[in-house]
């Protein structure tokens, strides 16, 4: 089964740059579009950006030039680079696929346990 382990996130100052890695196993990761969703405190879970499995991507607007996602299909792991962090990037990251988030054979609603980005202002 699908398995996703979040790592990379921190506390950073505003204007500071973080890079979140997410590893992937128990399916071959190259057929999978993925994303990096985020959510914070009291708000709905929402797409940041997704990349395809030969590496085209997609950005929500606010994340447009400040975030960069990639994939090495080689080490089965998707990535996140921020750059110029603001305290309202402050959520827990999850990786997952895209689109139907959770959705994998066998599993339901699954998630990993995400990484916490905290930016302090």
């Known amino acids: 089964q699908v398995q996703l382990v979040e790592s990379g996130g921190g506390l950073v100052q505003a204007g500071g740059s973080l890079r979140l890695s997410c590893l992937f196993s128990?399916?071959?990761?190259?057929?999978?579009?993925m994303g990096w969703y985020r959510q914070a405190p009291g708000k709905q879970r929402e797409l940041v950006a997704s990349i395809t499995g030969s590496g085209s991507t997609n950005y929500a607007d606010s994340m447009k030039g400040r975030f960069t996602i990639s994939r090495d299909n080689a080490k089965n792991t998707v990535y996140l680079q921020m750059n110029s962090l603001r305290p309202e990037d402050t959520a827990v990251y999850y990786c997952n696929r895209y689109p139907d988030p959770g959705s994998w054979p066998g599993l339901r609603d699954y998630w990993g346990r995400g990484t916490q980005v905290t930016v302090s202002s």
């Open positions: 128990g399916s071959i990761f190259k057929i999978w579009t």
